[in-house]
């Protein structure tokens, strides 16, 4: 069974997103690292990006799939996660700790609206399956 | 949307947390603990593959070798009872119709094995090129009622062979015994595989695959003896070079292109393609199978472009992470004049050059 944290809002495409003033940090869900399987490579956004909301950052790759990573909230790129370059396997060991992939200082919380709460996630899932 | 073809074990894959996936056509599992966790499991110990998928056909009759003869590249006049032989048929333009195993049950009785997407192209074929006025054959396609079992790795012997009533380390590699009793199933027992590894191939009635699937892995708990799917056969195979029909092979690339002169044999006689083939051969091929590492980051897959200068110069076939070297590497095909080891390359990847170099194969030899 994947993982859902209580105090995660989530996207459709299965990033999580952790909110503290008004940065978001964002990673990608128990459910989807467990869906790709082996993560070998991560292209991570460079810090000072500018981005739109479900904007396509770069991508996670695991053996046999090549995947988009998108971020659910405007803003500016202010951290990465520089450990994924050489330990992309984080994702999958620690995908709400180790493995998060950037933080975004955002330009308009209120995009956080349109996430999904933990149990709204957990439905969403059940449904793919 | 077309309904899933399912192989004879499909209904025990998720007690064995199989993750099933559109292989192709085939409700086939992908992989069950994971890929790399899975390729080290055989590499190091021994796995169990369901390659029920595959393609089976009999053909029989007088004129059966004279007839295989004709439509190989291989030389199958060579073969003996009890041995097995890789070889393609080509079109007559050189290209590759399928890339298969010829097994000699008897004089007159030989086994094809075929890739499971190309049954009804191979079929197609040998109709096609059987004169029934000249040979006296028969074709048959026993697909559907025979399953196929591989257990490959370096524990594969000691785990199969107290299941056996037949000393399997009397099979060499590419031979075989057919009416083997395994754990009571009657099976053609064959010391092949996919995986670059030792290993047998066991082909039995699709009534009696699972009885034989779960009979193996409980002889093979004491050995560490996993079910593999089928992510990790090909990675496993992509290290050990061997060729996969539809990226290293296909109708447009030739035996000869993808490095396969040994199973192209022009001293036997004709055979179809053979002509074109020749011609390959004394001028040259423009093309030419290398495999190469990334330099820099970043992860190559089959149908990235590959780059010279900013000039295009070919393509990946196949590219990976590999398990068992820990780096990105890949396979290509790729313009005859940069094909040395040592050349750089850049691999168009999302818009982008990334170096690779061009090294060794196999990436893992044994």
Not at chain 2, 79 to 108: H, K, P, W
Not at chain 2, 122 to 141: F, M
Not at chain 2, 197 to 206: C, K, R, S, T, W
Not at chain 2, 207 to 228: C, M, V, Y
Request: aromatic share 10%.
């Amino acid at each position: 069974m994947a993982e859902v944290r209580e105090e995660l809002k989530y996207s459709k495409d299965h990033e999580w997103v952790i909110v503290e003033g008004k940065r978001a940090k964002i990673g990608i869900s128990d459910y989807a690292q467990d869906s790709l399987g082996d993560i070998v490579f991560i292209e991570l956004p460079e810090v000072g990006r500018e981005i739109t909301a479900n904007e396509n950052i770069g991508v996670v790759e695991s053996v046999k799939a090549v995947s988009d990573i998108y971020i659910p909230v405007s803003g500016t790129v202010v951290e990465v996660n520089e450990a994924l370059e050489d330990s992309p396997e984080l994702i999958n060991e620690s995908p709400y700790d180790e493995g998060w992939i950037c933080i975004i200082e955002m330009s308009d919380s209120s995009e956080l609206e349109q996430l999904l709460s933990a149990k709204e996630y957990d439905g969403f899932t059940k449904e793919e399956e | 949307m077309q309904e899933l073809r399912e192989t004879p074990l499909f209904p025990i894959y998720k007690q064995y947390g199989a993750k099933v996936i559109d292989f192709g056509g085939w409700a086939l599992p992908v992989q069950f603990q994971g890929i790399i966790e899975e390729h080290q499991q055989v590499r190091e110990h021994a796995g169990l593959f369901d390659v029920s998928h595959m393609g089976q056909i009999l053909v029989t009759g007088k004129d059966a070798e004279r007839f295989l003869q004709y439509i190989s590249t291989n030389d199958i006049s060579k073969l003996t009872d009890n041995q097995a032989m890789y070889t393609f048929f080509c079109y007559e333009d050189g290209g590759t119709v399928d890339d298969l195993l010829i097994y000699r049950l008897s004089e007159e009785r030989y086994m094809l094995v075929v890739n499971a997407a190309n049954i009804e192209k191979d079929l197609e074929w040998l109709h096609k090129q059987h004169r029934a006025d000249t040979w006296e054959v028969s074709i048959n396609d026993i697909s559907e009622e025979t399953a196929l079992l591989a257990i490959q790795g370096p524990k594969s012997l000691e785990i199969l062979q107290p299941l056996a009533n037949y000393d399997l380390a009397q099979i060499k590699r590419f031979r075989f015994v057919e009416q083997v009793n395994v754990a009571g199933v009657e099976a053609l027992v064959s010391r092949t595989g996919y995986t670059g590894e030792d290993g047998f191939e066991l082909y039995i009635a699709a009534k009696d695959a699972i009885t034989l699937w779960e009979a193996i892995l409980d002889a093979g708990k004491a050995h560490e003896l996993a079910p593999i799917g089928l992510g990790a056969r090909d990675t496993l195979r992509f290290e050990a070079k061997l060729p996969l029909y539809g990226q290293e092979l296909n109708k447009d690339i030739s035996p000869l292109e993808a490095g396969l002169d040994y199973f192209v044999k022009f001293d036997k006689g004709d055979f179809v393609g053979r002509g074109a083939l020749l011609q390959q051969k004394q001028t040259g091929v423009e093309r030419k199978l290398i495999g190469f590492e990334m330099v820099e980051r970043g992860v190559p897959r089959a149908g990235y472009h590959v780059y010279n200068d900013g000039k295009q110069i070919g393509t990946v076939t196949t590219g990976s992470f590999s398990p068992t070297l820990k780096k990105n590497i890949g396979l290509a095909l790729v313009g005859v004049h940069y094909a040395d080891i040592g050349q750089e390359l850049d691999i168009e990847i999302r818009n982008k050059y990334v170096k690779a170099r061009i090294i060794e194969t196999p990436f893992l030899s044994k």
